[in-house]
């Protein structure tokens, strides 16, 4: 009796062919997952490092949404640094070609939800751009957007413009590892822009001197 139940309890223990496979592809999943983690860091340190050395503002501002659309898998990506006045001193854009920027028209306003995150200057994550209620919309030469990940660029705690990302290329939504990846790169871009502001300012002054 005793043999017969030790071999009852072996057989038992042995996983099934469905739960080795179901194993397998865990281990496969947890593998990708990590693999796409230390690719998104190597980037943003990448990224970074790209800013803290050009100290030329346009080159900074361009390397700033040229570098943040990739980093999360965007198919477009924008910058926009606002005046005094709430509107778009600055917009620049990644994704778009010259011929598309100027099929759209005059740069943004500040309306609907650019104007929201303007004012808020929080994170917003919205999965539906058309079916919020304070879209505005878009002219009607503008490329097709759906989702919407924005981030504040702060510099001491004050914003100094947003970037905005849209429409993962892999037709999934932007997601909390999104939002805190671009919030990281947001706070290195604050950084540069600063650096290259003050580095503007600076050669003023040598040539006014």
Sequence with gaps: MERATATTSTSRDTPTPEQ??????????WAAAANEARRRLEALDTA?????????????????????RPLVGARY????IPDDHGSMERFITSGISEQGRAAIG??????????????????????DIA?????????????????????????????????????????????????R????????????IHNARMHEELRQLAVLQ
């Design 20 to 29: 080795f496979a179901a194993a397998i592809r865990e281990a496969e999943d």
């Design 48 to 68: 970074t490092v790209a800013i803290s050395q050009e100290l030329s503002l346009e080159r900074v501002l361009q390397i700033i949404v040229d570098s943040v």
């Design 77 to 80: 990506a924008a910058l926009g």
């Design 106 to 127: 005059p740069p943004p306003r500040g309306k609907g939800l650019l104007a929201v995150s303007l004012r808020d200057s929080d994170t917003l994550r919205i999965d």
């Design 131 to 179: 079916a919020d209620p304070r879209s505005a919309g878009f002219p009607p030469e503008h490329p097709r957007m759906k989702t919407l990940l924005s981030v504040p660029v702060k510099v001491e705690g004050r914003a100094i413009g947003n970037l905005y990302l849209t429409d993962r290329l892999d037709g999934q939504l932007f997601n909390e590892d999104d939002e």
């Design 181 to 192: 990846l671009v919030e990281s790169f947001a706070r290195h871009a604050g950084l540069g």
